[in-house]
């Protein structure tokens, strides 16, 4: 592999790692939101599930997506020698 | 209640927590060894200790209360942040294993005297950990001690079975050291993962299904299913606020973040992380399920009676003793490795011939252990929320953790007074003297932004002056 083509894939790797961290931290913020939280509310329901707990599942299983991508991403930046 | 189950569970899981304990003492060769467990865990191994040990009788004891009384908005409270934590642990152990690598790791309060260059730094964060995990210690104890002395009256009083949990985890812990207590973290996190199971099953079978259990918390209480839940507990700023202090969790207390620095590669501290993300939600997901039917079937009994019927007296004998053990065995799991790491972290901060540092790091686990169980017999019940203010308090030693770790230049000093004053205004507003809440602001959220805010500003400008002219 040429230089190049590692720091290209660094560089790649390194994008995606910054990504799921933005992710992250937008997921969580979804979760604590205005509509999540708001006062009383149930509605939409998902498959019979109120608005703050479906949410709340959905935000968790995505942060667990993140976390996978993010070691793939992490495992690469390794792989491509990045300190 | 029924005796003998418990005797055969305990006695079954008594016998594998010896065989572990002798395995590990017959292959600790060194100081190292007994204090950092040889520094090579698997993926497994490493998820289940990190895992047992975040997990608490918290999970198992206070979050079934928790949803049962604040609602499912306890999910974002717990559930995702524990997500987001496996987030923070990819993020974080690769930056504090390198500086462990380079500075030597033995503890962070050792780490932080190296990386500071002073010994104020570790005394400093050694006595924030002491103050806020000897009290969470305790809490755990004195709650299994009163549910088992409920379940099973007529066998050994409350602070019998506390004292019992606690004389037997340091005995395997003064004779394992740490590898005892990860082998033993692995066996607890999986019973606790099954117990935790069968009885969420049972709740759940209990209504005929999923549905059925909401249908019937939407006709008990309908405010359990949305924020801020019936009692307001539930705002924006609450969950900000406990967010922040759980995220901070594996920077900030010694027990997890030696966990990572043990780890065996890279890679398995990244494969640790994906499984902690699983480990989480299969953990918290049936608390959720015993909770809320808590909510419909025990909507007004006191936490100790719904935790003893919903766990122990509604279960089959054997599923009952199983639970009891898990209730033990999470108790443990959190306690050992809390004791041990604030053992160790004395340890990483005194000087002198390696055979009196020991002896005298055994012999302060001990009195740790003391110290935990004679608060154990003062403290109150609210397990969640004095496990919070244990979190909250902990928390505030992030930026000088952080600092030590991200900073290779050295940490700029100024952070260490800085943290002083911001655990001193945290102690000050638990002891009543400064106001909970602050032009309309909870405290800890405020002090949590009045300590990030010089610290942030420090290191954006240190960052901006190493940067290149032109770059």
Redesign the interface.
Same mark, same amino acid.
Request: hydrophobic share 70%; aromatic share 8%.
């Given at each position: 592999m040429t230089e190049t083509e590692t720091d290209t894939r660094v560089a790649a790797a390194t994008r995606l790692w910054h990504a799921?961290?933005a992710a992250?931290i937008a997921?969580?913020a979804v979760?604590?939101s205005?509509w999540?939280?708001?006062?009383?509310?149930?509605t939409p329901t998902l498959l019979?599930?109120?608005?703050?707990?479906w949410v709340?599942?959905v935000?968790?299983?995505a942060?667990?997506v993140?976390?996978?991508l993010?070691?793939w991403a992490?495992?690469r930046r390794?792989r491509a020698g990045a300190s | 209640m029924s005796t003998a189950w418990l005797a055969v569970v305990g006695g079954a899981y008594a016998l594998v927590l010896v065989a572990a304990t002798w395995h590990a003492r017959r292959t600790t060769r060194s100081a190292e060894d007994y204090m950092l467990a040889g520094s090579s865990l698997g993926v497994l191994v490493g998820a289940l200790t990190f895992g047992a040990t975040l997990f608490s009788t918290f999970t198992l004891m206070g979050m079934p209360d928790f949803f049962r009384t604040h609602g499912?908005?306890a999910?974002?409270f717990l559930?995702?942040t524990d @997500?987001?934590i496996?987030?923070v642990i !990819?993020?974080y152990a690769?930056p504090l294993r390198r500086r462990a690598a380079r500075l030597g790791f033995q503890g962070l309060a050792g780490l932080l005297v190296e990386a500071y260059g002073t010994r104020a730094a570790g005394r400093l964060y050694f006595a924030g950990i002491f103050l806020f995990l000897i009290p969470y210690v305790a809490v755990q104890v004195r709650g299994i001690g009163i549910l088992l002395g409920a379940a099973y009256p007529g066998t050994l009083p409350d602070w019998g079975w506390s004292l019992a949990i606690v004389v037997t985890l340091l005995v395997y812990s003064e004779i394992g050291g740490l590898k005892a207590i990860v082998y033993s973290d692995a066996l607890q996190g999986l019973v606790l993962l099954f117990a935790t199971w069968v009885v969420a099953y049972g709740c759940v079978a209990h209504f005929g299904g999923?549905?059925a259990l909401?249908?019937s918390v @939407?006709r008990t209480e309908?405010?359990l !299913?949305?924020?801020?839940g019936p009692h307001g507990l539930?705002?924006?700023q609450f969950?900000?606020a406990s967010?922040l202090a759980i995220l901070v969790l594996p920077i900030t207390q010694p027990q997890l973040a030696t966990r990572l620095v043990i780890m065996r590669d890279?890679?398995s501290a990244?494969?640790m992380?994906?499984t902690v993300?699983?480990f989480s939600?299969l953990v918290i997901l049936p608390t959720l399920a015993i909770g809320l039917y808590g909510a419909v079937e025990h909507a007004g009994a006191s936490t100790a009676d719904f935790l003893a019927a919903v766990l122990i007296a509604e279960q089959a004998p054997a599923v009952a003793a199983t639970v009891a053990v898990g209730l033990v065995a999470a108790a443990m799991s959190t306690a050992d490795s809390q004791l041990f790491a604030l053992g160790g972290e004395l340890r990483s901060l005194m000087r002198g011939d390696e055979r009196a540092v020991m002896r005298r790091t055994r012999v302060a686990i001990v009195l740790f252990a003391a110290a935990a169980f004679a608060f154990a017999v003062v403290s109150s019940d609210q397990l969640v929320l004095l496990a919070r203010v244990s979190f909250a308090g902990t928390a505030i030693l992030a930026p000088l953790v952080l600092f030590a770790v991200l900073d290779e230049r050295g940490p700029p000093r100024r952070v260490i007074p800085l943290t002083a004053l911001a655990l001193a205004a945290f102690l000050a507003t638990l002891a009543g003297l400064l106001p909970e809440v602050i032009a309309g602001v909870r405290a800890d959220l405020l002090i949590f932004a009045v300590l990030a805010l010089p610290c942030a500003a420090t290191a954006m400008t240190r960052r901006y002056a190493a940067t290149p002219a032109g770059a």
């Open positions: 799921c961290l992250a997921l969580v979760s604590i205005p999540t939280l708001a006062p009383g509310a149930l019979g599930l109120p608005r703050a707990l709340g599942f935000v968790a299983g942060l667990l993140v976390v996978v993010g070691a992490q495992a390794e | 499912v908005v999910w974002i559930g995702v @997500a987001a496996a987030v !990819l993020w690769v999923v549905a909401f249908e @939407a309908p405010a !299913l949305s924020a801020p539930f705002t924006f969950l900000l967010m890279a890679r990244r494969g992380a994906v993300g699983v939600m």
